[in-house]
T-cell receptor, first 115, second 116 residues
Framework: DVKVTQSSRYLVKRTGEKVFLECVQD?????MFWYRQDPGLGLRLIYF???????EKGDIPEGYSVSREKKERFSLILESASTNQTSMYLC??????????????FGPGTRLTVT | GENVEQHPSTLSVQEGDSAVIKCTYS??????FPWYKQELGKGPQLIID?????GEKKDQRIAVTLNKTAKHFSLHITETQPEDSAVYFC???????????????FGTGTRLTIIP
């Protein structure tokens, strides 16, 4: 079974802190994604990576950065956390073969509270 | 970019009845339409998907229909059971490159409650 793990289920940080959210997948997937989930807004893509060291901005990248130094690990960084970044963060991964769609596998999520 | 709208935002259905969730999309290039189910405390999980060369797909009690002309697709759940209670998300994606740098655009979700 594909497994996507996230470093924390719950996290509480103070305004201005630098926050790292880690995601690891064990299926050698090429693509990895970071979403945030807010009530009434669904899943919004922050950043994604289609290969090691490759990254692309999603729909709401402001205030975030990412790092993918190894294929299995994709990190989301909040350089200076703000209260409007309080949210549920979901990581996902999927394989890629040219011309074909594949399922995204999601982690359980990290609920981040910034006070 | 792609815009996906999903309705209704909440839906309550008597156990055993059918539930229908509808989505519309804006980008005519989209050709892949998955549906994800999110149970409490878990990440979303794919339950069914459809590609643009198909009008309907069924998997036991779940079916998805696609109307490319009207740019809308729907999820149908028949004979609903308590375990169907969850949040459902539709999504759309266009496969346009060979580099794997496409992305899904999700709808805003539907909270489905099955009343025993």
């Amino acid at each position: 079974d594909v497994k996507v793990t996230q470093s924390s289920r719950y996290l509480v940080k103070r305004t201005g802190e630098k926050v790292f959210l880690e995601c690891v997948q064990d299926m050698d997937h090429e693509n990895m994604f970071w979403y945030r989930q807010d009530p009434g807004l669904g899943l919004r893509l922050i950043y994604f990576s289609y290969d090691v060291k490759m990254k692309e901005k999603g729909d709401i990248p402001e205030g975030y950065s990412v790092s993918r130094e190894k294929k299995e690990r994709f990190s989301l960084i909040l350089e200076s956390a703000s209260t409007n970044q309080t949210s549920m963060y979901l990581c996902a991964s999927r394989t890629f073969l040219r011309g074909t769609f594949y399922e995204q596998y999601f982690g359980p999520g990290t609920r981040l509270t910034v006070t | 970019g792609e815009n996906v709208e999903q309705h209704p935002s909440t839906l309550s259905v008597q156990e055993g009845d059918s539930a229908v969730i509808k989505c519309t999309y804006s980008d005519s290039a989209s050709n892949y339409f998955p549906w994800y189910k999110q149970e409490l405390g878990k990440g979303p999980q794919l339950i069914i998907d459809i590609r643009s060369n198909v009008g309907e797909k069924k998997d036991q009690r779940i079916a998805v229909t696609l109307n490319k002309t009207a740019k809308h697709f729907s999820l149908h759940i028949t004979e609903t059971q308590p375990e169907d209670s969850a949040v459902y998300f539709c999504a759309a994606e266009a496969l346009i490159s060979n580099f794997g740098n496409e992305k899904l655009t999700f709808g805003t979700g539907t909270r489905l409650t099955i009343i025993p």
